[in-house]
Structures are given as structure tokens and as C-alpha cells.
T-cell receptor, first 115, second 114 residues
Framework: NAGVTQTPKFQVLKTGQSMTLQCAQD?????MSWYRQDPGMGLRLIHY???????DQGEVPNGYNVSRSTTEDFPLRLLSAAPSQTSVYFC??????????????FGEGSRLTVL | SQQGEEDPQALSIQEGENATMNCSYK?????LQWYRQNSGRGLVHLIL?????REKHSGRLRVTLDTSKKSSSLLITASRAADTASYFC??????????????FGTGTRLTIIP
């Protein structure tokens, strides 16, 4: 079982560049989400999706775009990278919404540095 | 702002002792979950307790929930070196758009001293 797969694992960007963090899951999970983790801040929710075609904002959505065209994939786009977006990014998915039995399965993270 | 906050931020105990971590949250919840994160890895789900439950056990883990105080605690009994990790509570609640989301606290860093 691959579970939740994130690519790339490491990335260095220059300010103003754009990129997409990829996330794919093979568990047929409806719910997918992106978090960023910064020292002392815990995990903060960026965007999430409750199914294909449906996305919603989390706590820190500014500077990030998402789309959910398939059940399996939930890419996170940075349109114009800023140093404040230097962080470790985690993608997570669950079969059901977190409010029911939604145990989240996490990827191994993508470490992004913006210079 | 963060929904949950863990206390203490860091905890060091001797192997074999019990470890207790606390979590406080701000708004009403559907459930509360605890996760573990080993250094440099993704988070792993430990246990879920629903808003109508007061206590739950799983192996060496015991979780309590007090909705009147908006707080939860995680007890790890007979700690082992392998329990060294960061522990996060997460609360499931309804967003302004009616969807459910999971919000994490800031975490407790647990170190087990052999």
C-alpha cells in the first residue's frame, strides 16, 4: 500500500517563483487536506477538500491555491513564492470527514525553502 | 488562530514512568483526536474520542475528554524509549461553510530517558 504520496520531498525556490506540491492517495479517500508545519506553531490547515470538485479554505489559505479534479489527487500550488512560505508541508487524507470517523493518514512531508 | 493548545510544550521522563499531556480547545467539537509524530516523519493517528465520550483506552494509551472545560488529556503508561516523539491533539469541528475540518494544536515534545 502506497498510502499518501507527496512529491517532491525537498524543494528550494527563489522569491516569486511558482511551483506545485503534488499529493496522491490510493485509498479512495474522499477527504484530503494540506497543512504546513512551522517550529512552535504546530500544524496549520491551508486548504481541504471533502470530495472531487469541492474545496474549502483553512486557517492560512493566502498565497496557496488548490483544486480537486479527481478523488486521488490534491495538488497545492504556490503562485508566487515568498520567504514566509518556507515550511514543511503535509498532505493528509481520510475516508470520511474528520467529524465522523475521519482518522487522517499523512504523507511524509515536503520541505520547502524560499530564498 | 490555533484551535488547540497542548501543555506542557516539552516533557522529559524516565523510561517506565507515566506521561500525561493536556490539550485545551476553544470551540465546540465533534471529536478530538491524538496523533504522534516522530522526528522528520508524518503524523500517525493514535486515538479518537467523540464529544459524547468521557474516557477511552487503547493499549497503553488513555484519553479523557471534558467538554465542559474544553480540555482533554493523553496518558501514556509504562513509557518506553520508542515513545519519544511529539504528540498533537486535533479537534474536528464545522467550518463557516458547513464542512468539517480538523485543526491541530501546537504539540508536546515527549522525551523518554532510558
Amino acid at each position: 500500500n502506497a498510502g499518501v504520496t507527496q512529491t517532491p520531498k525537498f524543494q528550494v525556490l527563489k522569491t516569486g517563483q511558482s511551483m506545485t506540491l503534488q499529493c496522491a492517495q490510493d485509498m479512495n479517500h474522499e477527504y484530503m487536506s494540506w497543512y504546513r508545519q512551522d517550529p512552535g506553531m504546530g500544524l496549520r490547515l491551508i486548504h481541504y477538500s471533502v470530495g472531487a470538485g469541492i474545496t474549502d479554505q483553512g486557517e492560512v489559505p493566502n498565497g496557496y491555491n488548490v483544486s480537486r479534479s479527481t478523488t486521488e489527487d490534491f495538488p497545492l500550488r504556490l503562485l508566487s513564492a515568498a520567504p514566509s512560505q518556507t515550511s514543511v508541508y503535509f498532505c493528509a487524507s481520510s475516508l470520511n470527514s474528520p467529524g465522523s470517523t475521519g482518522e487522517l493518514f499523512f504523507g511524509e512531508g515536503s520541505r520547502l525553502t524560499v530564498l | 488562530s490555533q484551535q488547540g493548545e497542548e501543555d506542557p510544550q516539552a516533557l522529559s521522563i524516565q523510561e517506565g514512568e507515566n506521561a500525561t499531556m493536556n490539550c485545551s480547545y476553544k470551540t465546540s467539537i465533534n471529536n478530538l483526536q491524538w496523533y504522534r509524530q516522530n522526528s522528520g516523519r508524518g503524523l500517525v493517528h493514535l486515538i479518537l474520542i467523540r464529544s459524547n465520550e468521557r474516557e477511552k483506552h487503547s493499549g497503553r494509551l488513555r484519553v479523557t475528554l471534558d467538554t465542559s472545560k474544553k480540555s482533554s488529556s493523553l496518558l501514556i503508561t509504562a513509557s518506553r524509549a520508542a515513545d519519544t516523539a511529539s504528540y498533537f491533539c486535533a479537534t474536528a469541528h464545522i467550518s463557516n461553510f458547513g464542512n468539517e475540518k480538523l485543526t491541530f494544536g501546537t504539540g508536546t515534545r515527549l522525551t523518554i530517558i532510558p
